[in-house]
């Protein structure tokens, strides 16, 4: 909103983090027309809004949206300009392309100064492997951590499951944190966390106040740190090809080498 601040555009948010207050005036807003952009999450869904004249839909992370919320869009879709954005195309969306109608416009070169990915595929047990204290990850993580460089590393559960054989937040930190790297500092943060507590995770990893961040995929989209250079993902068989390629994502977003195991 600062950016449109020298020009007469005023712009409204709708997410989960707004109070009904703020919601209730956006709606309002919108179907008066004295909004001029809004920029919100899947609730703008909500058979609740009401555009007086929507002239223009941009769709970010599109391959994060499923069948039926496009189908919700449907409808905004057939009466103006549409411009999706993503860094992974799903098979839908591609074939869109091809029999759709859609132009197709890609960016091919990364930011300057960047280098591509390494990508490792380690074959072994992904629960056990924290609890090793010595293996070349652990100790490259820590070499890492010394040229001040951070880590994430990412599980697909939260908590373990008798009925699930994966990886999760709370084992993975417990282990991280009293064997291979307890001499670094561990941070945790998962969706089922208040938004607020998240944000105050994600500042403080950014601050660099932990040189570890083992996280749910709520890392998946949205966070940038800037000195980020390995990501390990744990029990990567239960995360779809989006999610993989998005989670190396927040890795590489500097001029340093950065890994993927």
């Not at 703020?22 to 609740?48: C, F, N, Q, R, Y």
């Not at 994430?152 to 499951?161: A, G, M, N, Y």
Request: proline share 5%; hydrophobic share 40%.
């Amino acid at each position: 909103a600062d950016r449109f601040a020298r020009w007469p555009v005023k712009v409204a948010e709708m997410s989960r983090f707004r109070s009904a207050k703020e919601t209730s005036a956006a709606l309002k807003g919108l179907a008066e027309g004295s909004i001029d952009i809004v920029v919100g999450t899947h609730k703008l869904l909500s058979e609740k809004t009401k555009f007086k004249n929507l002239g223009l839909l941009i769709i970010d992370e599109e391959h994060r949206f499923g069948v039926r919320h496009k189908e919700q869009m449907k409808q905004l879709r057939a009466e103006v300009d549409v411009l999706t954005l993503t860094a992974t195309p799903i098979p839908r969306s591609t074939a869109q392309v091809f029999y759709g109608g859609m132009d197709l416009i890609e960016l091919k070169d990364k930011p300057p100064g960047r280098l591509p990915i390494i990508t490792q595929w380690i074959q072994d047990n992904p629960i056990t492997f924290s609890e090793q204290s010595i293996n070349p990850v652990w100790a490259d993580i820590i070499n890492e951590a010394h040229k001040g460089n951070q880590t994430f590393v990412i599980t697909p559960l939260v908590s373990e499951s008798s009925k699930v054989d994966a990886a999760s937040v709370d084992a993975t930190t417990k282990n991280l944190t009293s064997l291979p790297l307890s001499g670094l500092k561990v941070g945790k943060v998962h969706g089922q966390m208040k938004p607020d507590e998240q944000r105050n995770i994600m500042q403080q990893f950014r601050d660099k106040k932990f040189d570890v961040l083992v996280a749910s995929t709520v890392v998946e989209v949205g966070v940038d740190i800037p000195d980020a250079t390995r990501v390990v993902i744990l029990s990567a068989e239960r995360l779809g090809a989006a999610s993989l390629h998005q989670i190396r994502g927040r890795v590489g977003r500097n001029s340093k080498q950065s890994r993927c195991y």
